[in-house]
């Protein structure tokens, strides 16, 4: 099995309510997520991707299309933080993305795998799979995801 990776960046606010640090305080990050996907070329000549897992691009495009777009300049917040999400529902058009968990880089990369997984497996019969997901909170912190 061969694996390529594709990182893209986006940025977003969070805060981690309970958080014995300055973390329970309003704050973002430049995150960075790496997507790493799992199977075998496409032995196909009469097709564009023929000898790639899956073209650059169309990882690229599903990531953006059902995650990175979304969480882009959006606040992350836990559905239990009941004090910000109504500070934030007073400001009108504000991009807010509720979460049934605090968001931690732990819990932000397991659910962008939730996400993703389903999008990636097994697309053009080549063994295609979602092997892991690294994001990136600072350039020198992350969490990792890894297929089970």
């Known amino acids: 099995m061969l694996t390529i990776t594709k990182r893209l960046e986006f940025d977003a606010g969070h805060r981690i309510p309970q958080h014995k640090s300055q973390c329970r305080n309003l704050h973002g990050h430049r995150y960075a997520l790496e ?16 000898g790639m897992l899956m073209d650059f691009t169309d990882v690229k495009a599903l990531a953006k ?12 917040v836990h ?52 092997r892991r997901l690294r994001l990136y909170e600072t350039p020198t912190s992350w969490a990792d995801c890894d297929r089970k």
Do not use: C, M
């Open 35 to 50: 997507i790493t996907l799992e199977g075998e070329p496409i032995d196909d000549p009469e097709s564009s991707d023929h």
């Open 79 to 130: 559905d239990g933080d009941t004090l910000i999400r109504n500070l934030l529902a007073q400001i009108p058009g504000h991009k807010t993305v509720v979460l049934n968990r605090v968001p931690t880089a732990e819990n932000l990369v397991a659910i962008a795998f939730e996400i993703l997984d389903p999008l990636y497996t097994e697309r053009f019969g080549n063994h295609l799979k979602l």
């Open 65 to 76: 299309d059902h995650l990175v777009d979304l969480w882009d300049h959006a606040f992350l």
